[in-house]
């Protein structure tokens, strides 16, 4: 079905909503790494980066790691996992203060890892995406969290994915947008729907009960079908963390945070 088909199947209007995406400065951190309740941290993480620091990653990861990276049949796909879970443990020992070798993970019962240790009787949380040549590292402490990241590059059928995943009103919101916008439209609401699911532990298998919307302030809000109570409990925000790439950020709670940048490969 054609998009002009398909906005007439819907019965669309000819207006279209949007929102801005958040602007990704990347700093440099600090030698010691603190965080507290109302900051999110997010790191971005470059994943072409010389032999011996891949092959230094591998070393740190876990067994179960490694037999992971060596299931991968495309050499891409396993430097991929290695330098993003490399760096994600790299990330992780600045905050615990402690070897990255040694860190463990507990899994949730939708399969989400966990950090069994904490920070002054605090809970670390934290969240990996990877796409392409980047992957992002999301932080927080005490509040679940999730990230999300895709390379915004033509999908097979954009249209046909629309219809099977999406609502009829992120249809609209994606339909009505002019032609040359919707890709980067349809990429904006994976990501925020995928970010919102991994915050929740919840996996891609409950896309279709999550929509987003715009609420009144004109940001991005999410109405969960399954749980309508907790569609109020999150803070959404779209990432534009580098060109051609987009990225959805999905926190618990509804405090002011304020969000830190960080380049891993300027540590």
């Known amino acids: 079905m054609s998009s002009e088909l398909l906005k007439k199947y819907f019965n669309f209007d000819s207006s279209y909503e949007t929102w801005s995406g958040f602007e990704c400065v990347w700093d440099s951190p600090p030698s010691s790494m603190n965080i507290t309740c109302n900051e999110v941290h997010i790191w971005c993480i470059q994943i072409d980066m010389p032999f011996h620091i891949t092959t230094s990653f591998n070393k740190i990861l876990s067994n179960g790691e490694k037999y992971t990276a060596k299931r991968f049949r495309s050499e891409g796909d396993r430097r991929r996992y290695i330098v993003s879970h490399g760096a994600l443990r790299k ?31 605090k809970q670390l949380y934290f969240n990996l995406s990877h796409s392409d040549e980047y992957a992002l590292c999301a932080v927080t402490l005490n509040q679940p969290i999730g990230i999300d990241l895709e390379n915004i590059h033509p999908a097979p059928d954009i249209e046909a994915m629309a219809r099977h995943f ?18 980067q439209f349809f990429y904006n609401l ?30 991005p809000s999410v109405i969960d079908k399954e749980n309508k109570s907790a569609s109020d409990d999150w803070t959404i925000l779209q990432l534009k963390p580098a060109a051609g790439y987009a990225a959805g950020l999905v926190v618990e709670g509804k405090d002011k945070y304020t969000y830190k940048f960080y380049d891993f490969l300027n540590e």
Do not use: C, V
């Open 91 to 121: 990330i992780l020992g600045k905050y615990l203060q402690t070897d990255p070798q040694i860190i463990q993970y507990i899994y949730s019962p939708f399969g989400k890892p966990l950090l069994p240790s904490d920070i002054n009787g």
């Open 166 to 183: 999406f609502s009829f009103k992120e249809n609209e919101m994606i339909f009505t947008h002019p032609p040359d916008q919707r890709l």
């Open 190 to 219: 994976w990501t925020l729907k995928e970010a919102y699911l991994k915050a929740t532990g919840k996996g891609i298998r409950n896309l279709n009960n999550i929509e987003i919307s715009l609420s009144q302030n004109g940001l």
